[in-house]
């Protein structure tokens, strides 16, 4: 039987990369800062990180982004240096001389130098572009120095019920007044791939024991107006207004603000087509199950439902 040992595990992603693992009768072992975990510390913590135990398989699903709760405002570089970088270094250290590990590392899509492709693709050019990226970027290289078997699941945007982000804006938006607003024309694909399809990914590469990169993303992508449009049925909102803010003022005040506004990572999904291969993870024998639509559906509903109760509860 597998041991692994899953990093980040009460985060959105590792909360359901376990129960995968666990479902194939792999025995698996949970890490995080905070929640219900075996091993509870902090990975850049060098001390806790050499108490974890031995494993067969580890799934650094552990990571800070720009959608983290409690983001600061400023020394936004070190937060993500510390938590992206020198955990993914600690991790490498305690494990790296195990022999026949097979570290499974989660990435980003962010990682791809974003250049206008139509797709990027496992052996497009990587180029970090912002804070958040180029932290994810310096914790590849220390993954690929530290092991010989390692695999990166790389996601675009992760979808699903617990995350919201700007979906929280356009629902918001969309119930209270039937409009919504987003910069640039929002008519270019924009991939995302639902988190339940990421974690059994995560699950076929261990079993395949593959290699290298592996993209994340649903078959098919939708426009940013297209996500809007079916937030807005979801809610019942018949025909809602769009309002698109002119791209360059939105990236001129984004630039003045440090990239706190808009980090660069997506002000470059706003001006340019984010759509993944995903070829080779196909031919690993993965099949998303949930389309763009379904994807974008949940999230409306999820936060809908999440704003219903807060009302009721407030008003009890």
């Not at 985060?11 to 975990?37: E, K, Y």
């Not at 120095?145 to 700007?166: Q, S, Y």
């Not at 995903?278 to 998303?288: E, F, H, Q």
Request: proline letters at 5%; a positive charge.
């Amino acid at each position: 039987m597998k041991t692994i040992l899953v990093s980040g595990a009460a985060g959105f992603v590792g909360r359901r990369v376990a129960p995968a693992l666990r479902r194939r009768g792999w025995h698996v072992i949970t890490t995080d800062q905070q929640g219900d975990v075996d091993h509870r510390g902090d990975l850049a913590d060098e001390a806790f990180t050499r108490t974890l135990p031995d494993a067969d398989v580890v799934v650094h699903a552990a990571a800070v982004q720009y959608v983290t709760p409690h983001l600061p405002l400023v020394n936004r570089q070190r937060f993500f240096e510390r938590n992206n970088i020198v955990a993914t270094r600690l991790l490498a250290q305690r494990y790296g001389a195990l022999p026949g590990l097979h570290f499974v590392n989660i990435g980003t899509s962010m990682m791809y130098r974003q250049c206008g492709a139509a797709r990027y693709a496992p052996d497009s050019e990587l180029q970090g572009q912002g804070v958040y990226s180029d932290s994810k970027l310096v914790a590849q290289r220390e993954v690929e120095r530290a092991f010989a078997h390692w695999a990166t699941v790389v996601p675009c945007i992760i979808g699903g019920p617990g995350r919201e982000g700007l979906f929280r804006g356009f629902v918001q938006s969309i119930r209270r007044s039937g409009r919504v607003l987003y910069p640039g024309r929002g008519e270019h694909p924009t991939a995302m791939v639902h988190v339940d399809d990421v974690a059994e990914l995560v699950a076929v590469v261990i079993e395949r024991g593959a290699r290298g990169l592996v993209n994340a993303a649903a078959r098919e992508a939708l426009s940013i107006a297209e996500w809007a449009t079916h937030i807005a049925d979801e809610l019942g909102v018949a025909a809602p207004r769009h309002v698109r803010l002119p791209l360059a003022p939105v990236a001129a005040l984004a630039a003045a603000s440090g990239w706190r506004l808009i980090a660069r990572e997506q002000l470059l999904m706003l001006q340019q087509p984010h759509v993944l291969d995903i070829s080779s993870s196909l031919a690993l024998g993965w099949r998303p199950r949930h389309d763009a639509v379904r994807i974008v559906r949940d999230i409306a509903r999820h936060i809908a439902a999440s704003a219903a109760s807060a009302g009721n509860a407030s008003r009890a």
